[in-house]
Structures are given as structure tokens and as C-alpha cells.
């Protein structure tokens, strides 16, 4: 193995102890092929960041460490019900939000606050309080690692799911996201049935517009989140699991007010809530810890990637023993922990 020698732990929000064999920021499409064809002739497979905020690596990588970082923001067409726009991969995700509610581009406020890039948001098909990316992606453009052709998916090609999409599949590390195609509607419809959202809304003497919808999930990712700058976390580390509907039946039998949500394919269940019924809740060792505020949320006090992983395989054997349920984690996991 060649001789890691890339510091990556200001690359990610939790800010493990980690190196690469490479890395390159790149800000357009000739840099970028050119390090793809730089990386190809060393035989050094290709690991792409946005800001790090939904990845681990839980030890040093023999791979070239890549950033696209190029932005900008285009109208590509426009009429009195919609706009169609092309945002580059490097574009910050809650900028972009914050911009298109002030135009009057309507869809993406209950998506504000999430940490990341546009290009990264593709991945997971981002999702909060009742909305998810999917439904106002037109297509993803991308560049080919393997020989640096240039790719154009639609919205079926990316085979979105829930937090799940052909980038964490079929094409995981195989493309570099470049830009997003987005629709969004001049006619605000906000989405408010969500019941944390409803709560934070409720008692008001008009129907909440967008700007309503946004600064409530600001404030509520504020106040239910930590920081990453502040407290390094990599945001929710596992996904909400799905249950068949007698399993979820179950459950709430045996469980009285366990939280359950409806799902394509039966129900969701609240990860974080059952985290903290099993007592991880502000659970600590090693450098890491489960944040007391939040279940969902793992943090480093300066432990490494090989704690973070420990403590998360005990936290999915427990909620397991006790719930019978998988917990998978969200992050994407890179390196061979120590």
C-alpha cells in the first residue's frame, strides 16, 4: 500500500483522525478529467467529499480525495407556474434554499439547514419534515470516473428511495455529480403536516406561507441539532427503519406511543427514539459519545473513526435485541478501522 500522506480531518464535520494517498479540489471540467486521468494512471481509486458532513472514514484510504467545488446557478427556463434551474455541485445547499425562497422559487424550504453540498444532495435524497429532494430533481449531471465521459441521469435513473439513490448503489464512487437540474413551483404550497413542524407552526392567525415553513425548520434543526462546528457530528448516523405494518402493529402494542410514520412498504419508525429507549442517550467513551440532546446523533470528543464504528455496532445490537429491528447506518464509510 502506498504511503498515506493527505491529512482528511478538516475535510469532514466529525473530524476524524484520517489520511489519504491524494487529494485535489477541482473547479471545473477540464481540472476535474485531468485529475480523474492523474488518479487512473496511479491506480488509485476515487473518494469525492462535498463539505464531509454524511461521511466517516474510519481509518487511512489509498485513494485520491477529490472536492468539486465549482458553483453557480442557472435559469434554464422560467413561466408563471415553475422554474427550471441548473445549480453546480459545489454550491452550498442551505445558500441555494435561502436564495430560491427570496425569488420565489418554492419547494425547498422544509429541506433548509441540511449541512452539504448540491452535488452531495443527490446521494441520499435528502429528506426533512415530510419532504424529500426527489420530486424536484429534473436530471443530475456527472462525469464518469472510469474514462471521463460525461453523464446525464434523469430523476428514474437515480432510482431515489428513501435516503437511497443509484449513487449509493449502482453508481456509489463510480461518477462525480457536476451539476443538479431542479423544478420548482411560483405557487408556494407549503408543506406542513409533518408533526413536528405543525406543532412548531400551530397558533397562528394566518396560514404559514414559505417563510413561515423556513425559519420554523431553522430554528427547530437549531435547537434539536448540535453544531458541527462547534461539536463534531456527521448528523443523523442512522436511517429510520421500515417495518412491515405487523411488525409496526406490533411494536405498538407491545410499545404504547411509540412514534410510527407511514412508509412505502409498511412504516417508519423513529430511530432516535428507539435509541434512547435502550439508554444510549448522551452514552460516552473513547472520544466519542451519543449526543444528549439528540439519540440520533453521534459525536467525536476527539476519538477516531475505529470508537465511532464500535459504538455504533453496539448501539444496532441492542436496538436489535430489544426491537428486533436493523438499524443501517447513514453515512457513507470509508477506510479499514484500526
Do not use: C, H, Q, W
Given at each position: 500500500?502506498?504511503?498515506?500522506?493527505?491529512?482528511?480531518?478538516?475535510?469532514?464535520?466529525?473530524?476524524?483522525?484520517?489520511?489519504?494517498?491524494?487529494?485535489?479540489?477541482?473547479?471545473?471540467?477540464?481540472?476535474?478529467?485531468?485529475?480523474?486521468?492523474?488518479?487512473?494512471?496511479?491506480?488509485?481509486?476515487?473518494?469525492?467529499?462535498?463539505?464531509?458532513?454524511?461521511?466517516?472514514?474510519?481509518?487511512?484510504?489509498?485513494?485520491?480525495?477529490?472536492?468539486?467545488?465549482?458553483?453557480?446557478?442557472t435559469v434554464l427556463a422560467e413561466d408563471d407556474e415553475s422554474v427550471t434551474l441548473r445549480v453546480a455541485a459545489g454550491e452550498h445547499w442551505h445558500s441555494l434554499v435561502a436564495w430560491c425562497l427570496e425569488q420565489g422559487y418554492h419547494g425547498f424550504e422544509n429541506l433548509a439547514l441540511i449541512p452539504g453540498t448540491v452535488g452531495a444532495a443527490p446521494i441520499q435524497n435528502i429528506g426533512a419534515y415530510g419532504v424529500e429532494l426527489a420530486p424536484f430533481v429534473e436530471a443530475v449531471h456527472a462525469v464518469r470516473i472510469a474514462d471521463g465521459e460525461s453523464l446525464v441521469l434523469s430523476r428514474s435513473d437515480c432510482a431515489f428511495g428513501y435516503r437511497d439513490s443509484v449513487f449509493k448503489g449502482a453508481l456509489r464512487d463510480a461518477v462525480v455529480i457536476t451539476a443538479v437540474d431542479f423544478r420548482l413551483q411560483r405557487t408556494a404550497a407549503p408543506v406542513t403536516d409533518y408533526p413536528t413542524l405543525r406543532e412548531a407552526l400551530a397558533g397562528r392567525a394566518q396560514a404559514p406561507g414559505p417563510r413561515d415553513v423556513f425559519d420554523a425548520v431553522v430554528a427547530l434543526r437549531r435547537a434539536r441539532l448540535p453544531d458541527p462546528a462547534t461539536t463534531p457530528n456527521a448528523g443523523s448516523f442512522f436511517k429510520n427503519p421500515v417495518v412491515d405494518t405487523a411488525t409496526a402493529d406490533e411494536l405498538a402494542r407491545r410499545y404504547p406511543g411509540m412514534p410510527q410514520f407511514e412508509a412505502p412498504g409498511g412504516r417508519k419508525l423513529a430511530a432516535g427514539w428507539l435509541i434512547e429507549q435502550c439508554g444510549w442517550r448522551g452514552v460516552e467513551g473513547e472520544g466519542v459519545a451519543v449526543h444528549p440532546g439528540h439519540a440520533l446523533v453521534l459525536v467525536s470528543h476527539g476519538g477516531d473513526g475505529r470508537a465511532l464504528l464500535a459504538l455504533a455496532r453496539r448501539i444496532q445490537a441492542s436496538v436489535a435485541e430489544t426491537f428486533g429491528c436493523h438499524l443501517e447506518i447513514e453515512p457513507r464509510v470509508y477506510g479499514v478501522a484500526a
Open positions: 500500500m502506498a504511503s498515506a500522506a493527505e491529512d482528511l480531518s478538516a475535510l469532514t464535520t466529525l473530524e476524524l483522525p484520517a489520511k489519504a494517498t491524494a487529494r485535489r479540489d477541482v473547479a471545473d471540467l477540464p481540472a476535474l478529467r485531468e485529475a480523474l486521468d492523474v488518479a487512473r494512471a496511479a491506480g488509485l481509486p476515487v473518494i469525492v467529499l462535498g463539505e464531509g458532513s454524511n461521511v466517516v472514514f474510519a481509518g487511512d484510504v489509498e485513494a485520491l480525495v477529490l472536492r468539486y467545488t465549482a458553483t453557480g446557478r
